[in-house]
């Protein structure tokens, strides 16, 4: 059974940092598109970061200069550094590993992330 487990979410100050992690139980991990979703109070699920089998992440405008994805093929995991955390990137947050190849696409079960000024 497939599964994507988040981890790492919880509540920061304005201008702090969380680190959130995902592990994924996938076999040919290396094939799927890695990408972290986030979803705030109210608003559409959005893309974050997206990593394509482990080429260059393309982040949102949002969020570019202030988190960091990174992959790591050996262990099947994703993990989303931010920085700078502002109160608007309060949100769910989500793990996705799609991958067009195998005609797959899954979902963490999400963590929540809570910036407070």
């Known amino acids: 059974q497939v599964q994507l487990v988040e981890s790492g979410g919880g509540l920061a100050h304005l201008g702090g940092s969380l680190r959130l992690s995902c592990e994924a139980s996938?076999?040919?991990?290396?094939?799927?598109?890695m990408a972290w979703y986030r979803q705030g109070p109210g608003k559409e699920r959005e893309l974050v970061a997206i990593?394509?089998?482990?080429?260059?992440?393309d982040y949102s405008e949002s969020v570019e200069g202030r988190f960091t994805m990174s992959r790591d093929n050996t262990k099947n995991t994703v993990s989303l550094q931010m920085n700078s955390l502002k109160p608007e990137d309060t949100a769910v947050y989500y793990c996705?590993?799609?991958?067009?190849?195998?005609?797959?696409?899954?979902w963490g079960q999400g963590t929540q992330v809570t910036v407070s000024s």
């Open positions: 996938l076999s040919e991990f290396s094939l799927y598109n």
């Open positions: 996705n590993a799609r991958s067009a190849i195998i005609g797959a696409d899954y």
């Open positions: 990593n394509v089998r482990g080429g260059p992440t």
